[in-house]
C-alpha cells in the first residue's frame, strides 16, 4: 500500500517568518503531503548562532498556529539532543531517521529550499546520499534560485528579520517587520516579560504550561515536587532550607507559584512551600477538584493568598503540540490569586468556580473527566473487534483515528442532534440491536447500554 506523505520542514526558524508560514500551505495545496512536521534544529552544524531552542520553538508554534491538524511543530530535536553531548550539532538525517520511526505510516520527505539545491550546501551536508536515497527532497522554489513563474513564496529571510528588528525604531524597518512577521510571532517580539513564575512539579501539565507561559511573555522555572517533599529540592536562590527566623531575599522570586504535581501531593507541596518562610505571593494549584483553601490549607494558614487555575485539556508530555494556549480553565481563590490567574491565561475562555463547595467541585472535575477519559474505552473495543478479524492493525488505528476525530467534530459543531450519526440517529433501532449481538461480550453490551442513552436523549423534548 502506497504511503501518505508526511513533509519534515526543519531550520532555525530564529525568527519565523511569513516565508515559513506559506511553505505548508505551497506544500499542502499542490499535492507534495498530506501532512507537514516542522521541526527547529536544536544546534546548527555549521556552527550557526541561534537563540534559545525554547525561544524558537514557542515562536514558530505561535507562526504555525494559523494552520490545522494538518501542520504541527515538534521537539524533536530538543529530545534528540538529550542523548548526545552538551553543544553537538543536530543533522538532518538522524532527525529523519527519529521522525520515520515515529510516523511508520508515512513515507517522511525533507523540504529544503532551491537555494540550498542550487549553492551546493544540502551535498556537503552528513549522511547526503543515504539522505537523498531515504527521504527524497521536495525542493520548494525561491526566487533568485528559480524560475520566477515556478515561485509561490515571498522573498523573505530570518537574517532580515533580524537587522529590522534590530533597528526597530526606524519607520521602514517596522514596515519590514510588519510585512514579513506573522502577527503573533511580532508582538511576542515586541512585548517586555511580564513576570516569573514557579512551576512545582516535572509531569506533562508543568511541560506544557513552561512553553504556554513563554508564549505570553512569562519567564518559569520548573521545581521538583518530589524534591520540595523529601527535602531534596532548593528553591531557586536559596542555598538550604531554611528556618523561618533566618529566611532571606530570593533571587528571581517569583509573582506566582503554580503548583502543577499529582493532585494526591498538594497538600504536602504546600507544607514544604510554607516551612521555607518565603514571603507570600499568590498560589495557584491546577486540581480541578479541590477548591483552595482546602488543598493549600498550610499556605493560607502562612499568609499566602491562594486559588486554583485549572486547565480543561487533555496534555501528554509525549505530543508537545498540545491545545493549552486553546483551552478553558476552571478559576477560583482570594482576590490577589484569582487576578494573577486571570492574568495568565489573557483572553482565553474560563469557568468561575468561586461559589462551589467541595461536592461542586468533585461533580465538575467528575464532569470533566468523563469527557476526557472514557474515550479509550470506546476505542479500545472498536479496535481489538477489527483486530480480531484479521485487519491490520496500522489500518485499524488510522481508520478509527479519522472516525472517532471526524465524529467529535461534527457533534461539537452541530450539537445534539445534528452532529450525531448512525443507526440510533436515523431510527433504525433493529440495526442498533444487530449490532450490539454481532459484537457480543463486553462491547456488545457497551453498545447496547449507550445506544439506549442514546435514544432517550434524541427523543427528550428539546
Sequence with gaps: MRRPILAVLGGSFDPPHIGHVLIPTYLLTRGLA?????????????AKRMSPFDQRLVWTRLAMGVHGSQVSVSDLELRLA??????????????????QAEHPEFKVRLVVGSDIVADGEIQRWRNYDRLAAEFSPIVVPRMGYAEASSCALPEVSSTAVRGWLAARDNPAARAGLEAAVPAAVLERLHAGTRGHVWLVGHGHVARHAEAWLMARGWTSTLISARGLIDGSEELPGMASRPNAAASGPVSRVPKVIWILCQDRYIGA??????????????????????????????????????????????LRQELPAGLLERCSFGIEGDKPA????????GEQPWLDLQDMDAAGRARY??????????????HEAARATLVGQGLPAEAVAQALAVLMQSSLENLLALGVPRGVTGPIARGDHEAAARHAAALGGTAGELYALLSGRLAAMLQAPG
Design 34 to 46: 498530506v501532512r507537514v512536521l516542522v521541526v527547529p534544529c536544536w544546534s546548527h552544524p555549521f
Design 82 to 99: 538529550e542523548g548526545r553531548p552538551a553543544d553537538s550539532p543536530s543533522y538532518s538525517y538522524e532527525m529523519l531517521c527519529a521522525v
Design 269 to 314: 507541596v504546600a507544607k514544604a512551600l510554607a516551612s521555607f518562610g518565603l514571603r507570600p505571593v499568590p498560589v495557584l494549584h491546577a486540581a480541578g477538584s479541590q477548591p483552595a483553601h482546602e488543598g493549600l490549607a498550610p499556605l493560607v494558614a502562612a499568609g499566602f493568598p491562594v486559588g486554583t487555575l485549572h486547565p480543561i485539556c487533555s
Design 338 to 345: 484569582r487576578e494573577l490567574a486571570l492574568r495568565l491565561i
Design 365 to 378: 472535575h467528575a464532569a470533566c473527566a468523563l469527557a476526557a477519559n472514557h474515550l479509550a474505552v470506546l
